[in-house]
């Protein structure tokens, strides 16, 4: 970053009355000597949102961030140095033993209604957002002949199907090397099963299998669902060229029923919302995730579905949420999935510190309790109605946590297979990232960071910083993009330039 020339009159920003220290807004931070309009100078150059102490701060005191502890000072810290992660002690987690449960449920706003989006609908009631077909696979092995196959499907047979957006292949690295009876395998069993039924796909179900795999490919085909899977150890196939022309010819009769669906005017109330963020910063907590989170407010208004995920980013503020749980069930789910991440992280000699990554920390973030509180702004301000473990899918409305590791790749696969059919995903640092089964909507944290990746981020929440919009203003102007993502109106960057991350499952069972 460097110390190069600040821009502008030094501002910063407190969030909260009870903070010690406040973040550096000024792009490419602030040098020493820099004086706020409050009076306080800096004794140290202080990159952009980095913070700064406010005040002297003793040996052992807390700091003191959104109105919560983040650490406490291991050395004297005076006012206006740089506090960054090496001054700071993190503190314990929560104890989950004592957590308030369902004490400040958000009473309900009033009902948004007339909001539509233009959707594919199915015959099941759900609505997607795209047209796809989708190609499961049972087993790893058979990942490249797929991927031969869908060349020349998109090349020899789409072009016949004008109303379908894309094929893709549901390809992952599991089916077989693994545990499959284990109890912790029905986590990517589940995964692979819902996959399949997102809205996106329009319930053209197809499962290409090698045939001696220990996933029985039996198990991603639906009750009812007929003639429905290739295996290419089949005995009655000869060569390689029979079993491409077997997976396009089943293709082919697929993409004839896709191609009957045509979008029509649906109310808000059929969207299924993904929130994630990824590559995060100290402005991430400030801009991006309020706006996505009042964007989320309006969606359950609306009657909408809307998950937050991420268990190693709310495992430190999991305080605040399960007060917010709409009753006790919920909230006992909500610690029920840190307990089990608790456990699955102690397995691998890891905790939740884990977590933060040298990009979280260059852009200001200290450690995992302050990137969690910044990171569960995503959710809003609605009752927590429900948790879903990892690729259960969605069955009601409102705001719900799915829990998923913090992994982009991995949460996003654990979105799709509960049903999210668009991705809100914030970003500080920036990222490439993307979904082939749904839009996905990259928000910047920052408006320098949208300005240079201009044909990468879509919509941009710096101005919240600056004060040339509020968080209502933004939150609103984000809902209303996502009714045009939705519509097939704007298309994200992502789907622009086709880059899609690969879907990953998360297997916590054994692998033999």
């Known amino acids: 970053m460097g110390h190069q020339k600040a821009v502008g009159e030094p501002r910063y920003i407190k969030l909260n009355p009870r903070d010690n220290v406040a973040i550096v807004v000024n792009d490419f931070g602030l040098p020493a ?18 913070k700064t102490a406010l005040v002297d701060i003793a040996e052992g005191a807390p700091i003191l961030r959104y109105g ?15 506090v960054d992660e090496a001054r700071i002690r993190m503190p314990d987690a929560p104890d989950l033993d004592s957590l308030e449960i369902a004490t400040a449920i958000p009473a309900p706003q009033p009902p948004l209604e007339g909001y539509t989006f233009e959707g594919f609908r199915n015959a099941d009631g759900s609505v997607g957002t795209k047209n796809i077909l989708a190609i499961s696979t049972s087993v790893q092995c058979v990942k490249g002949a797929l991927e031969f196959a869908i060349k020349r499907i998109r090349s020899e047979l789409l072009p016949k199907y004008p109303n379908v957006d894309d094929v893709a292949a549901l390809t992952h690295a599991y089916g077989c090397g693994v545990a499959i009876t284990a109890p912790d395998a029905i986590v990517p069993i589940r995964t692979l099963q819902n996959l399949a039924l997102n ?30 899977i290739v295996r290419m150890q089949d005995e009655t196939l000869e060569g390689f060229g029979e079993i491409v022309a077997r997976i396009m010819t089943m293709a082919d009769a ?21 929130l994630q963020c990824g590559g995060s910063d100290a402005f991430s907590g400030v801009t991006a995730n309020p706006a996505v989170g009042f964007a989320a407010d309006l969606l359950v208004r609306a009657g909408a579905t809307v998950m937050f995920s991420e268990v190693t980013e ?19 789910a909500l610690i029920r999935e840190m307990e089990w991440y608790d456990k699955y992280l102690a397995c691998g000699g890891a905790d939740r510190s884990a977590n933060t990554t040298p990009g979280n920390k260059k852009g200001g973030l200290a450690n995992i309790v302050e990137k969690s509180l910044g990171s569960i702004a995503k959710s809003g301000s609605s009752p927590i109605a429900g948790v879903l473990a990892p690729g259960e899918k969605a069955r009601q409305k409102g705001l719900l946590f799915a829990a998923t590791p913090a992994s982009d790749f991995i949460c996003g696969t654990l979105q799709l297979a509960s049903g999210i059919t ?19 909507i990259k928000v910047a944290t920052r408006t ?12 941009d929440a710096g101005a919240v910083a600056t004060g040339e919009k509020t968080i209502q203003e933004t939150g609103w102007d984000l809902f209303r993009f996502i009714l045009d993502v939705a519509s097939g109106r704007t298309q994200p960057w ?3 330039w086709g880059i899609h991350n690969d879907l990953t499952l998360f297997n916590p069972a054994p692998v033999t």
């Not at 306080?40 to 202080?46: G, I, K, N, Q, S």
């Not at 697929?254 to 993904?274: H, W």
């Open 314 to 332: 709310v495992r430190d503020a999991i305080n605040l949420l399960t007060r917010r749980a709409a009753n006790e069930h919920v909230g006992r």
């Open 448 to 459: 320098e960071l949208a300005r240079r990746w201009k044909d990468l981020i879509d919509f």
């Open 254 to 274: 697929r993409l004839a029923q896709l191609n009957r669906r045509k979008r029509e005017t649906c109310p808000a109330s059929d969207l299924v919302i993904g």
């Open 33 to 50: 000597g820099a004086r706020f309009p409050c009076g306080l100078e800096l004794t140290a150059f202080v990159p952009q949102g980095h």
């Open 422 to 440: 668009l991705q809100v995903f914030t970003t500080g640092r920036g990222t490439p990232y993307g979904l082939a089964a749904a839009p996905v």
């Open 199 to 228: 809205p996106n796909f329009g319930g053209e179900v197809m499962v290409v299998s090698l045939g001696c795999e220990k996933l029985a490919p039996e198990r991603l085909v639906p009750a009812g669902v007929d003639d429905a």
């Open 494 to 496: 992502s789907d622009r």
């Open 68 to 82: 919560e502890i983040i650490g406490y000072a291991l050395t004297p810290i005076g006012a206006g140095e740089w």
